[in-house]
C-alpha cells in the first residue's frame, strides 16, 4: 500500500485511490471522513448552485447542500 501511495501520489491519482478502496475513512496522511460523510458525497467536487439555472435537470449532493 505504501508503495502503491507514492506512486499514486506523484500521478495525481491517490485522492481516487483512497476514496475507491475507502481508506479515506481512515488516512493517517491528511484528509479523513466519517461514513456518513463519504455517503453523502463528501469526496465529490462541489457544484455551484447557479448551475442549476443552465441544467434544472441536475441535482447536487447532499454533502455540498
Not at 26 to 47: M, R, V
Request: hydrophobic letters at 35%.
Amino acid at each position: 500500500y505504501l508503495e502503491r501511495s507514492r506512486e499514486l501520489m506523484g500521478e495525481g491519482h491517490w485522492w481516487y485511490d483512497l476514496v475507491r478502496t475507502r481508506r479515506i475513512l481512515k488516512n493517517p496522511y491528511g484528509y479523513t471522513a466519517s461514513l456518513s460523510q463519504f455517503l453523502a458525497g463528501c469526496w465529490t467536487w462541489p457544484i455551484d448552485k447557479a448551475a442549476l439555472k443552465n441544467n434544472p435537470y441536475m441535482t447536487l449532493n447532499n454533502y455540498w447542500l
